[in-house]
């Protein structure tokens, strides 16, 4: 009972919330989001798995998906152009100031607490993780599992150049000391505060999400939250898992300035009767890139888990779609390949 305990206790601890009584967001209960938000429960969680249960099976088109081998050589051997590199899912690897940088890693077979049950990865990454070049700065924007993979972090606290720098909101330094992260490697940070690496700069966004990684009494008391990356004169954002609000993301775009890249999801939407609060849908993610002045975009976070009712492979078309609505060239919002390096 006691290695129960203890193997629960590795993958689940409870974070110690301390609100700050300034910030408006701070409740005595756990964080808020800065507009009205309807929070899932566990009605809505039931009714959509019984409606789950009566769909059709859905075909799933892998071979659609676009993936390409990565240009590992050329990754290792760079000390000085910025490089973005998406990986899977909502995982990108960035190369600024001579740092590497990996944004919500995740390499377990399933994005789960076990890896006998749960969402599995339905294609591998195109690289292993042991293949990228030694990680500096690790940004972790939440702690839902297919953001914070709990073994993914402990192997990058034991890679052999050393542990990297870890930046998270409130409250997920618990998990991540818990993954074997030493507490002086660890950056905790509220809504736009700021964490530092030699040229590098991350800043933690606001999103329109919420929390949990326990089955009970942690919902909501660690933050969430989406990162913008400065460094060689250029600009990434990632906006996290967010549901759409337009509000937000005029605020947004007016805090950071001009976005170069954002690495905007498009997966993981359907039913939108449950998920519109918490994912935006392809046509929703071109609205972000209108609302924030950003100049391009790629799309993330999709292709890899099967999280919700949507084919695997349906995201491309409905960002296509969506593009068309808007008049904006695919040139602009792009669709890249698991794998794909775009050189600065």
Request: proline share 9%.
């Amino acid at each position: 009972m006691s290695r129960l305990k203890s193997w629960l206790q590795d993958r689940w601890p409870l974070p110690v919330y301390r609100p700050d009584p300034r910030q408006p967001h701070h409740q005595a209960d756990g964080y808020r989001n800065l507009f009205p938000f309807r929070q899932p429960s566990l009605a809505d969680v039931l009714r959509w798995e019984w409606q789950r249960s009566r769909m059709p099976a859905v075909k799933h088109r892998l071979e659609r998906i676009p993936r390409q081998a990565p240009e590992l050589a050329a990754l290792n051997a760079n000390r000085d152009r910025p490089s973005l590199t998406w990986v899977a899912h909502a995982t990108s690897f960035i190369q600024l100031c001579g740092k590497n940088i990996l944004i919500d890693p995740i390499w377990s077979q399933r994005a789960s607490p076990f890896q006998w049950a749960g969402p599995e990865r339905q294609l591998p990454p195109p690289m292993a993780l042991q293949e990228l070049p030694a990680i500096d700065l690790v940004l972790i924007t939440h702690n839902h599992y297919d953001h914070l993979d709990f073994n993914t972090v402990r192997r990058l606290a034991r890679q052999p150049a050393g542990c990297p720098q870890f930046a998270a909101p409130l409250g997920v330094g618990a998990t991540l000391r818990r993954a074997g992260v030493p507490a002086s490697r660890i950056q905790e940070l509220d809504w736009w505060q700021c964490c530092r690496l030699g040229g590098v700069e991350a800043e933690l966004t606001p999103a329109h999400h919420w929390s949990k990684r326990w089955m009970m009494g942690d919902e909501n008391r660690a933050l969430w939250g989406g990162f913008a990356v400065r460094g060689d004169g250029l600009q990434f954002w990632y906006p996290g898992d967010t549901g759409y609000q337009d509000q937000l993301f005029q605020l947004i775009g007016e805090r950071i300035g001009a976005v170069d890249l954002a690495l905007l999801p498009i997966g993981a939407y359907e039913p939108r009767w449950f998920l519109r609060p918490q994912h935006v849908n392809p046509e929703e993610a071109v609205r972000i890139l209108l609302d924030t002045g950003g100049r391009a975009a790629w799309a993330v976070h999709w292709g890899s888990f099967i999280l919700t009712d949507e084919p695997l492979d349906r995201p491309q078309d409905d960002l296509a779609a969506a593009l068309a609505q808007w008049n904006i060239s695919p040139e602009v919002f792009q669709l890249p390949a698991m794998g794909e390096t775009r050189w600065f």
